[in-house]
T-cell receptor, first 111, second 112 residues
Framework: QKEVEQNSGPLSVPEGAIASLNCTYS??????FFWYRQYSGKSPELIMS????GDKEDGRFTAQLNKASQYVSLLIRDSQPSDSATYLC???????????FGKGTMLLVSP | EAGVTQSPTHLIKTRGQQATLRCSPI?????VYWYQQALGLGLQFLLW???????NRGNFPPRFSGRQFPNYSSELNVNALELEDSALYLC???????????FGQGTRLTVV
């Protein structure tokens, strides 16, 4: 079983729409969850962290966590073409103080 | 405040040679992580250093090694390079005891 799973996409949304990116993880004991954005040829950039069940909002971004369902998501409101990138979900798996990354979901926002 | 810096940006080596990659963490960060991002494979965890000690190691052969210096900077050494070692090598740092990691710009290693 893959430890952190994401749909590879691409997820295509029109400009101004809400983009919804999903991630599931295998370890029920995981406590730390992060979303990174990676533009092509660049390094990952941390955009959100979430540790408790529920929603966490930061500007146009909302992270949602449901530990019972082992599911974390990222919503991007008012999507812009500049949001087009690969979004990586990262989770601490197995109680280790290191992060396991999903393979990422490519988001394409069309003008 | 300076972010995580890595050097060199690009590195070209011949199969069988050794490569050394360097990383300077954000000031105040004691944890350094190394990841490999090969084409189509996502980020694979290599090594984690904290307070000068190796704390965890990913599923990579022993020819991947590294160290952390007293100033918390780190280097990754890859011996006996193979063609499949060609990848983007990413360093990240975090405050000790946290997982909120920030990445450097990466070193693109090409083995020919």
């Amino acid at each position: 079983q893959k430890e952190v799973e994401q749909n590879s996409g691409p997820l295509s949304v029109p400009e101004g729409a809400i983009a919804s990116l999903n991630c599931t993880y295998s370890d029920r004991g995981s406590q730390s969850f992060f979303w990174y954005r990676q533009y092509s040829g660049k390094s990952p950039e941390l955009i959100m962290s979430i540790y408790s069940n529920g929603d966490k909002e930061d500007g146009r971004f909302t992270a949602q966590l449901n530990k019972a369902s082992q599911y974390v998501s990222l919503l991007i409101r008012d999507s812009q073409p500049s949001d087009s990138a690969t979004y990586l979900c990262a989770v601490n798996i197995g109680g280790y103080s290191t992060l396991t990354f999903g393979k990422g979901t490519m988001l394409l926002v069309s003008p | 405040e300076a972010g995580v810096t890595q050097s060199p940006t690009h590195l070209i080596k011949t199969r069988g040679q050794q490569a050394t990659l360097r990383c300077s963490p954000i000031s105040g960060h004691t944890s350094v992580y190394w990841y490999q991002q090969a084409l189509g494979l996502g980020l694979q965890f290599l090594l984690w250093y904290d307070e000068g000690e190796e704390r965890n190691r990913g599923n990579f052969p022993p020819r991947f090694s590294g160290r952390q210096f007293p100033n918390y900077s780190s280097e990754l050494n890859v011996n006996a390079l193979e063609l499949e070692d060609s990848a983007l090598y990413l360093c990240a740092s975090s405050l000790g005891g946290t997982l909120k990691a920030f990445f450097g710009q990466g070193t693109r290693l090409t083995v020919v």
